[in-house]
């Protein structure tokens, strides 16, 4: 939040060249993207340089990644940077996850705790995660966002009906702190800073 608008390489990147190892490195995979695409004046057209490095051997996956992309507007990269990592219950088959995501850009910092479960249960599956947002620093406006931090919930469930068809359902929960206007995508805008945030998916996935 504490970015402005348009920082959108996070998502998109335009005219990009990525590389992938292949497989058969004992577990250890890297993978990179370079991307000269524009100004950085629409969404996507952002200078970008980033690579991820992980380890996948057996109930074990880990990853650390970063990346950079340049704001034209203001001359100053806006940087990312993560560690995740998933264990698998081998007789459960339970997954367990969890990372953190750190994103900088001008004097702002935001920072991303993340600890989530995946639970298969007859036909079905339950999934649940949890965010915990830390802001600091001062936004373009020079306004401090240090106390603007927010938890997050989410919660679902998969119901399989068939190998191709499945009911699901999800909730998500955003507690916003100071004045935080964390929301659920796709949520009413222009909500009150502070404010809380719902949101209920139900719906039907078919794999044709």
């Known amino acids: 939040q504490a970015f402005g ?3 959108t390489a996070i998502a998109r990147t335009n005219g990009s060249l990525q590389y992938f190892t292949p497989k058969g490195l004992g577990g ?6 370079v991307s000269n695409s524009g100004g950085g004046t629409t969404s996507g057209d952002y200078d970008y340089r980033g690579a991820r490095v992980g380890y996948a051997a057996g109930p074990v996956d880990v990853t ?3 990346g950079s992309a340049k704001i034209e507007a203001s001359g100053k990269n806006f940087t990312i940077a993560s560690a ?4 698998r219950l081998p007789a459960s088959k339970v997954k367990l996850t969890a990372g953190v995501v750190q994103m900088k850009y001008l004097d702002a910092k935001q920072v991303n705790y993340t600890a989530g479960v995946d639970w ?3 036909p079905g599956q339950v999934v649940a995660t949890y965010h915990r947002i830390n802001q600091s620093g001062n936004a373009i406006s020079g306004a401090s966002v240090s106390a603007n931090d927010a938890d997050v919930l989410g919660l679902g469930y998969v119901h399989n009906l068939s190998k191709r068809t499945a009911l699901y359902g999800t909730a998500a929960f ?3 702190h100071g004045a935080g206007r964390f929301a659920v995508a796709g949520g009413l805008a222009g ?3 502070g404010t809380n945030s ?9 794999l044709f």
Do not use: C, E
């Open 64 to 66: 650390l990644a970063a």
């Open 28 to 33: 250890f995979y890297l993978n990179a993207m």
């Open 5 to 7: 608008s348009k920082v």
């Open 198 to 206: 719902r949101g209920l998916d139900l719906g039907v996935r078919h």
């Open 174 to 176: 955003f507690n916003n």
């Open 84 to 87: 995740t990592g998933v264990y």
């Open 191 to 193: 909500s009150a800073a």
């Open 120 to 122: 298969p249960i007859g």
